[in-house]
């Protein structure tokens, strides 16, 4: 299976490798390195702020040796260290508010970028993509696991750079004070990388089976709130509320495997060697005399010792956001991999409108062929059906008209130029599609048939009139600009498919596709929709894929398809005469069903 058609879930539930977890980190530094200066002086800003905060203890210590215990409160020297004490504390606070909130801008806009970078990608993939993506899970992709990237760099980030600068403050000052204490207190650091290492290695299977079942859960809800009339109409809500719940159960199984993980392993263990520290240094401090270690330097190596734990403790409780985060990271990374579909920059564009297709054969899989060696030539301006049975090949034969996949063999060509040498920008502005069910915006009319194109509003209204809706729209109560709702909920079915039909019009295409635009509306806006292409005759080539033959009964030519193969062809009358014929057989069916 290729990248292009690869689906995005899987069920492997294995850590990030490192080739992952270094591909995510990269993801993360190009998101971040327009703002490079700006995350490099928030560094700067967070290692004078930790410099600044580790000077408090050595001024209680001098307090507490040079004037407390001697009772040589001179007020000058006091008032001075009292000063510095106050002033170190509140420059180092005012450093870390800016730098917080320089960091916070920078994951911001980092991750607005990665949204942004993520959504035009997912625009940009063939549609061989999307045949196996699921909605729910692709907007989790998008949404979810972007959110939970921005936690890495506004929490995550912080706080481990955070605790780096007042570890690395406090060593130093320590170092100064005493490197024999000192050493004592680094044994915490090997101790917690073990710690880390282990809480990774229970916690990985977790964190990935979290978010997998967090994506399920969103593809689930969507599946079923779209087709929520179907589950109503067919009983099945209590089955589909089941199936949700095991998703849900599951996943909260995977949440309290990861909060165990986290009870287990992170603040317990690690207050644990902070008690176990602080009595190594009274133990240390009770073998020597007190001529040769001061109460005051007791007092500032405690005080170290909090100051390297806590960092030590925010640094370790952010590894399951990390560990999230690279999980994010790595699915959105996955994502981005995807290949995108080929751009064509040519400046060949659509002339007349004549479409051939010379002997094309394509399968989904090139094993199994779908289409078998299909020639048709639709002369330009003209218009034509493609009829058959369900399974035959139609969709197939307007999706490789369409671009949307390249045959196997065989050659599709549009005025004698190659299909796939057009220019994407003049290929999609001189092709219009009606498909069969139409996609409305949440927006106005206006909008649903302008869809960015900037069409003037004359060109726009006269497309809405060669649909037939410009008197429906015309009536409603803000007319152009009233807003459709979610889906179009407030139009009819046959409304919906004609303002689809004025949507294609108003690009003013070459070459018109309808596919099965007609199969699930009445037959008067069946009638509106004939009488639209049949203005359309001459000027611009209309392909029909139909379901419903009334349609197509007035076409300059019906191809017929059966099993991929062309099987049949000519007008409605010609097709009819043949005893026996596909084509006659559908057609008589179809009034009998009427």
């Known amino acids: 299976m290729s990248a292009a058609t690869a689906p995005i879930e899987h069920p492997d539930l294995r850590p990030v490798r490192h080739d992952e977890r270094r591909q995510a980190f990269a993801l993360l530094w190009r998101a971040a390195r327009p703002d490079r200066r700006q995350l490099a002086l928030a560094s700067a800003l967070m290692l004078a702020a930790g410099g600044l905060e580790a000077l408090g203890p050595i001024f209680d210590k001098l307090f507490i040796d040079e004037y407390l215990l001697p009772r040589r409160l001179e007020w000058l020297p006091v008032a001075l260290l009292v000063a510095g004490i106050v002033v170190s504390g509140g420059v180092a606070s005012a450093l870390r ?53 921005r936690q890495l760099y506004v929490q995550v980030l912080f706080e481990m750079l955070q605790g780096v600068t007042v570890l690395i403050g406090a060593v130093v000052a320590m170092a100064w004070l005493d ?8 044994t915490l650091i090997p101790a917690t990388v073990g710690i880390v290492i282990g809480y990774q290695r229970l916690s990985a299977h977790a964190v990935m089976r979290s978010r997998e079942l967090r994506s399920d859960i969103n593809a689930q809800m969507g599946e079923s709130i779209a087709g929520m009339s179907v589950l109503q109409a067919t009983g099945s809500a209590r089955r589909f509320a089941a199936r949700f ?11 309290l495997g990861e909060v165990r993980a986290n009870a287990w392993l992170l603040r317990p263990a690690l207050d644990m060697l902070n008690i176990l520290l602080i009595v190594a240094i009274i133990a240390t401090f009770g073998m020597q005399s007190l001529g040769a270690l001061e109460i005051g330097l007791l007092y500032a190596f405690i005080t170290y010792v909090a100051r390297v734990v806590e960092p030590l403790i925010s640094i370790t409780m952010q590894f399951s956001l990390l560990q999230q985060a690279l999980v994010a990271a790595s699915r959105v990374n996955t994502l981005l991999d995807q290949g995108e579909s080929q751009r064509v920059t040519h400046e060949r564009r659509v002339g007349r409108g004549h479409v051939q297709l010379i002997d094309v054969s394509f399968g989904y899989d090139p094993q199994v062929p779908v289409l078998h060696d299909v020639s048709i030539d639709v002369p330009a ?23 949307f996949y390249a045959p196997q063999a065989g050659r599709l060509e549009i005025d004698g130029i190659p299909l796939a040498t057009i220019g994407d920008e003049h290929f999609r502005a001189d092709v219009g599609l009606v498909p069969q069910e139409p996609f409305l915006l949440a927006a106005s009319v206006r909008e649903n048939i302008e869809m960015g194109r900037n069409v003037p509003l004359m060109q726009l209204k006269a497309a809405a009139r060669g649909a037939n809706a410009h008197g429906f729209i015309a009536a409603l109560e803000q007319g152009y600009d009233t807003p459709l709702g979610e889906g179009g909920a407030r139009l009819s079915s046959g409304q919906k498919q004609l303002i689809a039909v004025a949507r294609a019009l108003a690009g003013a295409p070459r070459v018109l596709f309808l596919d099965e635009a007609t199969s699930r509306i009445d037959s008067d806006t069946e009638r509106q929709v004939a009488q639209a292409l049949s203005l359309l005759h001459g000027k611009t080539t209309v392909i029909a894929i139909a379901h419903r033959l009334s349609t197509i009964r007035a076409a300059d030519r019906i191809f017929v398809l059966n099993h991929g193969r062309l099987a049949e062809q000519g007008t409605h009358d010609q097709l009819m005469v043949i005893d026996g014929g596909i084509y006659q057989r559908l057609y008589l069916l179809q009034q009998i069903a009427d």
Request: proline content about 1%; hydrophobic content about 45%; overall charge positive.
């Open 97 to 149: 508010y800016f730098q917080l909130v320089r960091l916070a801008a920078v994951a911001m806009r980092s991750v607005r970028r990665l949204r942004e970078s993520v959504y035009n990608h997912v625009l940009r993939l063939p549609m061989a993509f999307f045949d196996r993506a699921i909605t729910g899970q692709l907007v989790s992709r998008i949404t979810n696991d972007t959110e939970q990237i």
């Open 179 to 186: 490197w024999r204490l000192m050493l004592i207190v680094l």
């Open 245 to 255: 719940a095991n998703t849900n159960r599951e996943h909260y199984r995977a949440r």
């Open 381 to 403: 301006g003209s218009f034509v059906g493609i009829v058959g049975h369900t399974g035959s090949g139609k969709s197939t034969l307007l999706s490789l008209l369409l671009r």
